[in-house]
T-cell receptor
Framework: GAVVSQHPSWVICKSGTSVKIECRSLDFQATTMFWYRQFPKQSLMLMATSNEGSKATYEQGVEKDKFLINHASLTLSTLTVTSAHPEDSSFYICSPYRPGVNEQFFGPGTRLTVL | DQQVKQNSPSLSVQEGRISILNCDYTNSMFDYFLWYKKYPAEGPTFLIS?????DKNEDGRFTVFLNKSAKHLSLHIVPSQPGDSAVYFCAARAESNQFYFGTGTSLTVIP
């Protein structure tokens, strides 16, 4: 399978601060990146879809000004949670799309805890 | 609107027996279905998949069955092993390459 890394794997921050999560596809170029979020005992929910070099498309109910996504290169995408609040505490997972491959690969996830 | 549903949040099976995990979907345009295994605080790992043009795919102890008319797929694990204990998500792929996930079924295999 494809190698996808996320950094950091776990972050604890104070309410009101911003947190940046990096996602890298290490062995292929991802033209599209999906960002998911999973709350405890719930399914993975798609937050946004980003294409390299263009603005991300956000799912209904996801605030684009709060969750800033940058997909500046084919191997790196970042999700910045701005002015994080306790309700943003969740498990964030990136998933780069690999053209021509049916399986979708996921990063190991980043656990965000906002105090 | 949950397009992919897993109605059983949990399942317990004795080691060596068969585990059957079920998944239902509503969108007839889904063209590819996958099962993922997930441990706590880790990203999902791909397990097995099936194209919408097939009705069965087998890989070792894992078999996925697809019933398009019923919009239902299932994952069979036999024999079940304690290491199979995890949360299993089914996922369906839409035309946009977006994946829709079920809510997961937590499988516990009892030694």
């Amino acid at each position: 399978g494809a190698v996808v890394s996320q950094h950091p794997s776990w972050v604890i921050c104070k309410s009101g601060t911003s947190v940046k999560i990096e996602c890298r596809s290490l062995d292929f170029q991802a033209t599209t990146m999906f960002w998911y979020r999973q709350f405890p005992k719930q399914s993975l929910m798609l937050m946004a879809t980003s294409n390299e070099g263009s603005k991300a498309t956000y799912e209904q109910g996801v605030e684009k000004d709060k969750f800033l996504i940058n997909h500046a290169s084919l191997t790196l995408s970042t999700l910045t949670v701005t002015s994080a609040h306790p309700e943003d505490s969740s498990f964030y997972i990136c998933s780069p799309y690999r053209p021509g491959v049916n399986e979708q690969f996921f990063g190991p996830g980043t656990r965000l805890t906002v105090l | 609107d949950q397009q992919v549903k897993q109605n059983s949040p949990s399942l317990s099976v004795q080691e060596g027996r068969i585990s059957i995990l079920n998944c239902d979907y509503t969108n007839s345009m889904f063209d590819y279905f996958l099962w993922y295994k997930k441990y706590p605080a880790e990203g999902p790992t791909f397990l097995i998949s099936i194209s919408s043009i097939k009705d069965k795919n087998e890989d070792g102890r894992f078999t996925v069955f697809l019933n398009k008319s019923a919009k239902h797929l299932s994952l069979h694990i036999v024999p079940s092993q304690p290491g199979d204990s995890a949360v299993y998500f089914c996922a369906a792929r839409a035309e946009s390459n977006q994946f829709y996930f079920g809510t997961g079924t937590s499988l516990t295999v009892i030694p």
